[in-house]
């Protein structure tokens, strides 16, 4: 991001020159709520260039696809205009990796706003796609941050095998299933770890082939009931 003229906005990192010398005086500078020292970043001088409608394109297909999906593991609190604040636990769509600037990420949240965040506050929990929003926002399935006791009572109305995705409550960067069972609902707790997804013994790439997986295969077991997962809980 860069300040012209009173007006913000940001560049493609081809399209400018990093200036070295005189930045930042007070050197490291930034120290968050977790202590740890956040690397200053370079300035960069704009070089004025040619703009076409493709150049335009490009620009907004970078700035709209999601390389990953990320978690806050500390409270980071933006110290300029071109940093993007974030709360321990929040989710982030990370946009671009921006080449001059390896310690520091391009990311948006969920109202849509952007910004530079440091690198090791966050971890990744899930690789991105390119379109627009989270990855599961879209899905049928992912009910979001609702509670248990809200999806046992929207469960209440559904028949044996239907299920829903939710954030976790207690694990802030989980998720859990809830399905309706036969004699009450079900809860799975399933942990990101290392960009995939747990649950037991088991890991998957992604939600959609863990769901895949268990529509074939049996997600609970035991003497009176065996259960599948059927299909999306209607919203």
Same mark, same amino acid.
């Given at each position: 991001? +860069?300040?012209?003229?009173?007006?913000?906005?940001?560049?493609?990192?081809?399209?400018?020159?990093?200036?070295?010398?005189?930045?930042?005086p007070g050197g490291n500078g930034n120290v968050?709520?977790? @202590?740890?020292?956040?690397?200053?970043?370079?300035?960069?001088?704009?070089?004025?260039?040619?703009?076409?409608?493709?150049?335009?394109?490009?620009?907004?297909?970078?700035?709209?696809? +999601?390389?990953?999906? +990320?978690?806050?593991?500390?409270?980071?609190?933006?110290?300029?205009?071109?940093?993007?604040?974030?709360?321990? @636990?929040?989710?982030?769509?990370?946009?671009?990796?921006?080449?001059?600037?390896?310690?520091?990420?391009?990311?948006?949240?969920?109202?849509?706003?952007?910004?530079?965040?440091?690198?090791?506050?966050?971890?990744?929990?899930?690789?991105?796609?390119?379109?627009?929003?989270?990855?599961?926002?879209?899905?049928?399935?992912?009910? @979001?941050?609702?509670?248990?006791?809200?999806?046992?009572?929207?469960?209440?109305?559904?028949?044996? @095998?239907?299920?829903?995705?939710?954030?976790?409550?207690?694990?802030?960067?989980?998720?859990?299933?809830?399905?309706?069972?036969?004699?009450?609902?079900?809860?799975?707790?399933?942990?990101?770890?290392?960009?995939?997804?747990?649950?037991?013994?088991?890991?998957?790439?992604?939600?959609?082939?863990?769901?895949?997986?268990?529509?074939?295969?049996?997600?609970?077991?035991?003497?009176?009931?065996?259960?599948?997962?059927?299909?999306?809980l209607p919203k």
């Amino acid at each position: 991001m +860069v300040k012209i003229n009173g007006r913000t906005g940001w560049f493609p990192s081809n399209y400018v020159e990093e200036v070295l010398d005189h930045v930042y005086p007070g050197g490291n500078g930034n120290v968050g709520s977790n @202590g740890c020292s956040v690397e200053s970043r370079s300035a960069v001088a704009v070089v004025p260039v040619p703009t076409s409608s493709t150049h335009t394109t490009n620009v907004l297909e970078i700035l709209n696809r +999601v390389l990953q999906c +990320v978690i806050g593991l500390y409270s980071f609190d933006a110290s300029t205009a071109e940093e993007l604040s974030f709360r321990k @636990g929040e989710r982030l769509d990370i946009i671009d990796h921006p080449a001059h600037d390896p310690d520091w990420w391009l990311a948006r949240n969920t109202v849509g706003e952007q910004g530079l965040v440091p690198k090791n506050y966050i971890e990744v929990v899930s690789p991105g796609n390119t379109s627009t929003g989270t990855l599961m926002e879209r899905e049928p399935w992912f009910f @979001g941050r609702i509670s248990r006791d809200e999806a046992d009572r929207l469960l209440a109305s559904g028949r044996e @095998g239907e299920f829903l995705v939710r954030d976790s409550e207690s694990n802030p960067g989980d998720l859990s299933i809830s399905m309706r069972g036969v004699e009450r609902n079900k809860h799975f707790k399933v942990q990101t770890i290392g960009g995939q997804l747990h649950i037991g013994s088991r890991a998957f790439p992604s939600m959609t082939s863990l769901i895949q997986h268990y529509t074939a295969n049996p997600i609970f077991s035991s003497g009176t009931e065996k259960l599948y997962l059927t299909r999306p809980l209607p919203k």
